[in-house]
Nanobody, 123 residues
Framework: VQLQASGGGLVQTGDSLSLSCAAS????????MGWFRQAPGKEREFVAA????????SYADSVKGRFTISRDNAKNTVYLQMNSLKPEDTAVYYC?????????????????WGQGTLVTVSS
């Protein structure tokens, strides 16, 4: 079982960035996928999640209207398109997975996660 996030980097305020998470989960299409982030000195927080079939997207208020989560079950990949980035979006971004069909916004409800990717937004 492995999740590998990629696509992070250094960008300026207002720029866009697209993250990807490649998963080796067996039946990827049976997992709810979520993106979480952790800034230095802060707890990990929910960003976005999507159900196993690509529906019911859920977003944190802080990213709603700017970020879009999607997935391609044929490619075992979940994406996070981030637009209008702000310095407060700076964090390590992790993708996480949980079984079942219910989208959750709490990190402890996701029992699979991998290495993150660093996003730095300069002002």
């Amino acid at each position: 079982v492995q999740l590998q996030a990629s696509g992070g980097g250094l960008v300026q305020t207002g720029d866009s960035l697209s993250l990807s998470c490649a998963a080796s989960l067996g039946t990827f299409s049976s997992y709810v996928m979520g993106w979480f982030r952790q800034a230095p000195g802060k707890e990990r927080e929910f960003v976005a999640a999507i159900d196993s079939s690509g529906g019911s997207p859920s977003y944190a208020d802080s990213v709603k209207g700017r970020f879009t989560i999607s997935r391609d079950n044929a490619k075992n990949t979940v994406y996070l398109q981030m637009n209008s980035l702000k310095p407060e979006d700076t964090a390590v971004y992790y993708c996480q997975a949980r079984g079942g069909s219910v989208v959750a916004t709490t990190t402890r409800l996701y029992y699979i996660w991998g290495q993150g990717t660093l996003v730095t937004v300069s002002s």
